[in-house]
């Protein structure tokens, strides 16, 4: 039969289904057959043929037809794992019930009514013909999920079968599973053949499991993010005797992909990469398996591989979080750290040689793996810190930062890339790692510099800052957490660098800014408190800096003799109302921009965007500790408070902090900020200004002399003698150093749900699998 009489077919049944007001027995197989059996149809085919108004009305007018459809073809499916689909007409029946679940599984999620339905047991819907049926009936939804899992490790389906001409067919009940993982690499050293057939049959298979998992995105977000995704739960169950060998396939198939072509450059131009969509729905199903607040009771979960670390106590129930957590082996690590990094620099390869080799476009997804992996596995955490292979990670994260600054569209990528860094500041390491030198000039929208890593971030947080869109500001306090993280290991700053944080310095003490919102003084807090790690713990490296602080020195003043008065206060406010410019953009010398980048551009008018949950503020999102002099950390945090809302970052108690504010700023009936004088005085008393004063006094004396001595206008020389200064003995004690980790809580957690689903919506438009249902989890916008 001809494919066009085939799609046909398959629409006239459609057609048939949609009219029938009565009901269609499920014994009624020349019926329901017309809809898998004799048709050949893709995916793009069963989502054209298939309309959503005409879904919409079955499960209106005749649910028990709607009803009967998807049990049908979970049966079919059921009845494909239990043969082993040896047959082409099998695999075929299989793959069109699997499109055709695809298709109708978001319309049953997107009505309250019918969420139930995967849940409860069908009469007759037993585990096998030959067993007592009702007794055992499990729910259509656990029937579909263990079918598809035993079809992901179908021999000649969906791997490659083991036997020999001469032998009989594989059982599939006896399969040992692990055996047949998909690619070498965590816990499996064979690399199979490459089988484009497998890849697409996997493909199919995944994007309807992806599906299934997606009832998430039909609920609302949920305060105490708690709800765990029934259909997740169960698939990473001890339920599913093949949860360790898939979590090893979908991990190994990510991190072993190369889409450079095999080496060569510009080869994907002669082979069509057909490894790519099922990388990329691998990648997608692995962060949505993931998705786990990590806060759950353990249970006692037991893994055979040598892959995985039995020292440790039993992980949570979620045996893919359990699995990612008790990695442990270093070829293993190196195998997932060098797989992400080479994954996610692909963009930056394009911009050297443009077209060489492909882009892949699931960036997004890889860095929510990655946070994935460092925050389960704290034991990868510190083997990416342990090298400067972190900078691997940084340098492509910094560069998607740069380049979505401006784009509203890309605001969640935005957030993640802080994140990671966020977290990674946490750990000394990362700050020692930063000093590497940076010498590969990968095209960016940012001045031409020489320096190190550390030199490289600030720049690009400064660009982030002071030329980002308006909707970046809530992360201002994140950037600076992470640059006050790694500067007590700052080894020497470039002057670029020193002079961008001394702009920022400048943008943000001005008095509109400081007075226009109850937060914005905090930024100077950050900033002061860089200068001052920087100055007692590395000030012997860190001539271009402490040079910077002399030339800018009115702005300490300027902060130190900061107006409290009322009327002041008022003119302050008045001046900005009359031009409410973010930041002062001027001020900062930009330079050239590197050869061959592109200016950060906004969001074509009309891109889609999904909605994002507020993220929690950084007193939520980090705890304090301070550095002992063995370098071991101790936190400084009380015991967790309920709700201890925005502090001040001096070293006080937040809530107590906020509480005062609170009390002191009057505000008005409108809601409207309105700063006083006793809220100025209150923060103002707590600038640690004092080291700064005092290498100004001890510093500003003797350079003015040499200017006057040599009629100096040369910077060099200045240079040279702050070089061989020092200020031994004449700066105040060393304050401790105090750090700010990222701590998991139940608002990143919903965050994170919110972007992921957001991304995975977005990035599936052929077929469009979500489009156009009513999804709750977030909106969907258009810039």
């Given amino acids: 039969m001809g494919s066009a009489d085939s799609k046909l077919n398959f629409r006239k049944a459609v057609i048939q289904l949609t009219t029938k007001t009565q009901p269609v027995e499920a014994t009624d197989d020349a019926f329901w057959d017309q809809f898998w059996a004799d048709t050949a149809t893709s995916v793009q085919d069963v989502f054209a043929l298939v309309p959503a108004a005409e879904i919409r009305a079955v499960r209106e007018e005749s649910p028990s037809n709607l009803a009967t459809l998807c049990y049908k073809a979970v049966e079919k499916l059921v009845q494909g794992a239990e043969s082993g689909c040896h047959s082409e007409k099998e695999k075929q029946i299989v793959l069109n019930c699997s499109r055709l679940l695809t298709r109708v599984l978001p319309y049953i999620f997107e009505d309250p009514d019918w969420r139930g339905f995967f849940w409860s047991t069908v009469p007759g819907a037993g585990r096998g013909a030959g067993e007592d049926d009702d007794e055992n009936a499990r729910p259509l939804a656990e029937s579909l999920l263990l079918a598809i899992a035993d079809l992901l490790f179908c021999p000649d389906f969906t791997v490659q079968s083991h036997r020999r001409s001469t032998d009989s067919a594989e059982d599939i009940h006896s399969l040992d599973s692990c055996e047949y993982i998909w690619e070498a690499g965590v816990g499996f050293a064979h690399s199979p053949q490459p089988n484009y057939n497998h890849d697409m049959n996997r493909m199919e298979l995944l994007k309807l499991l992806l599906t299934c998992f ?29 949860a360790l060998p898939l979590f090893t396939s979908l991990l190994n ?80 690590f190196q195998f997932i750290l060098k797989g992400i990094a080479r994954l996610l620099s692909n963009p930056l390869l394009q911009t050297y040689l443009p077209n060489s080799t492909k882009k892949i476009q699931f960036h997004q997804e890889l860095l929510v793996l990655f946070w994935k992996l460092c925050d389960f596995n704290k034991k990868f955490l510190f083997f990416v810190l342990k090298t400067s292979d972190v900078l691997d990670i940084l340098v492509p994260i910094l560069y998607f930062l740069n380049d979505a ?163 002041t206060i008022h003119k302050a406010l008045q001046r900005r109302r009359r031009a409410p410019e973010a930041l002062s953009r001027t001020s900062s010398q930009e330079g050239v921009s590197m050869e061959g980048s592109h200016p950060a551009a906004p969001a074509e008018p009309g891109t889609l965007k999904t909605s994002l949950v507020a993220t929690p503020g950084i007193e939520k999102l980090t705890e304090k500790s301070q550095v002992s002099e063995d370098g071991t950390l101790r936190s400084l945090e009380p015991a967790p408070q309920q709700n201890s809302a925005e502090g001040s970052p001096a070293s ?36 640690p200004l004092q080291t700064i004063m005092r290498l100004l006094q001890v510093l500003v004396p003797q350079v003015e002399k040499i200017c006057i001595d040599k009629g100096l206008t040369d910077e060099s020389e200045i240079l040279r003698f702050l070089q061989h200064g020092t200020l031994v003995g004449l700066l105040p004690v060393p304050h401790p150093i105090l750090i700010r980790k990222y701590q998991a809580n139940s608002g990143t957690a919903m965050w994170f749900r919110t972007y992921m689903w957001g991304v995975i919506y977005l990035r599936n438009v052929d077929p469009p699998v979500w489009y156009d249902t009513d999804v709750k989890l977030f909106e969907i916008q258009r810039v």
């Fill in 652 to 687: 006080e108690e937040p809530s107590q902090a906020w509480r005062e504010q609170r009390r002191l700023s009057s505000a008005s009936a409108g809601g409207q900020w309105n700063p006083t004088s006793e809220w100025v005085l209150s923060w103002k008393s707590k600038l």
């Fill in 253 to 332: 198939t990510v991190c072993a992909y190369d889409p450079v072509g095999y080496g060569i450059p510009y080869n994907h131009l002669l082979f069509s990469d057909y490894r790519e969509p099922l990388v990329e729905e691998a990648a997608q199903v692995l962060i949505v398996t993931l998705d786990h607040d990590g806060a759950t009771p353990t249970v006692d979960g037991t893994t055979t591989g040598t892959a995985m670390d039995d020292a440790d106590p039993p992980g949570p129930e979620n045996l893919f979080v359990n699995y990612l957590s008790r990695i442990h082996r270093e070829e293993d």
């Fill in 405 to 567: 600054r401006a784009d509203q569209s890309r605001v969640g990528l935005m957030h993640i890339g802080v994140f990671i860094l966020l977290l990674l500041s946490g750990e000394r390491n990362f700050g020692v790692r930063l000093n590497k030198p940076y010498s590969v000039r990968v095209p960016m929208d940012i001045p031409v510099f020489t320096g190190t890593h550390a030199d490289l971030l600030i720049v690009v947080f400064h660009k982030i800052i002071t030329s980002g869109h308006q909707r970046l500001q809530p992360l201002f306090d994140c950037l600076l957490t992470i640059v006050v993280n790694v500067s007590p290991y700052l080894k020497s700053l470039s002057m670029m660098a020193a002079n961008k944080l001394l702009h920022l310095l400048e943008a943000f003490s001005t008095t509109w800014f400081l007075f226009s919102a109850a937060q914005n003084h905090h930024l100077v807090f950050f900033l002061l408190e860089v200068f001052n790690n920087i100055i007692q713990y590395q000030f012997d490296g860190n001539s271009n800096l402490v040079y910077a602080i002399i030339r800018k020195r009115s702005v300490f003043h300027q902060l130190a003799n900061l107006p409290t008065d009322p009327p």
């Fill in 214 to 242: 997606s009832e998430a995105m039909y609920l609302p977000p949920a305060p105490d993010s708690s709800s765990v995704n029934p259909w997740v739960q169960f698939f990473c169950s001890t339920e599913n005797r093949h």
